[in-house]
């Protein structure tokens, strides 16, 4: 299967600062990616999803601007959590998926960012 | 090194008729399991959460089992509809976060 990254895998910050999670395909051009998040004991939320050239299309509860998800490329997205507080902090897990007869609409999941805003 | 597989990958069914979805893994340590369901180019729907402590988890006409001892889990769907129609992904969470999930179940539900 293809493989994706996500950095970093841990992250401890501040209250008030912004963090920047990366997402890469490493193997493959994507045209559809997608943002989970998982709170404790909760199971994974879908956050956000974009698709190639579009804006990404949020969730119902997800702030857009509190989110900012920035699809560069085919094979590099960015969510860049801003002025996080401490409710933000969760496990953020992104995916790459394209539609190919192959591979039928098969997603592929990086390993996860823990954040923990103090 | 924990896998995940999921029987059959592929179910026709006609609507009406209850089924059950099957997904097994390799390690036993595990901290959850979660049942998903995708739909052509959406991202995972959340469906079902048990926590390793737990043996089942219901959701309207949806019940999944989860036996850790034998690497076990089952996803009932009572009654199905044709909007029951997707695919249907198991996955594990280890302590250390690590998520794996199954390849999949695609669900056809004949009208």
């Known amino acids: 299967g293809a493989v994706v990254s996500q950095h970093p895998s841990r992250v401890i910050c501040k209250s008030g600062t912004s963090v920047k999670i990366e997402c890469r395909s490493l193997?493959?051009?994507?045209?559809?990616m997608f943002w989970y998040r998982q709170f404790p004991k909760q199971s994974l939320m879908l956050m956000a999803t974009s698709n190639e050239g579009s804006k990404a299309t949020y969730e119902q509860g997800v702030e857009k601007d509190k989110f900012l998800i920035n699809h560069a490329s085919l094979t590099l997205s960015t969510l860049t959590v801003t002025s996080a507080h401490p409710e933000d902090s969760s496990f953020y897990i992104c995916?790459?998926?394209?539609?190919?007869?192959?591979?039928?609409?098969?997603?592929?999941f990086g390993p996860g960012t823990r954040l923990t805003v103090l | 090194k924990q896998e995940v597989t999921q029987i059959p990958a592929a179910l026709s069914v006609p609507e009406g008729e209850n089924l059950v979805l099957n997904c097994s893994f390799t390690d036993s340590a595990i901290y959850n399991l979660q049942w998903f369901r995708q739909d052509p180019g959406k991202g995972l729907t959340s469906l079902l959460l048990?926590?390793?402590?737990?043996r089942e988890q219901t959701s309207g006409r949806l019940n999944a089992s989860l036996d850790k001892s034998s690497g076990r889990s089952t996803l009932y769907i009572a009654a199905s509809q044709p909007g029951d129609s997707a695919t249907y992904l198991c996955a594990v969470q280890e302590r250390d976060d690590k998520i794996i999930f199954g390849k999949g179940t695609r669900l056809h539900i004949l009208p």
């Open positions: 048990i926590q390793s402590s737990q």
């Open positions: 995916s790459y998926a394209y539609n190919r007869a192959s591979f039928y609409n098969e997603q592929f």
């Open positions: 193997d493959f051009q994507a045209t559809t």
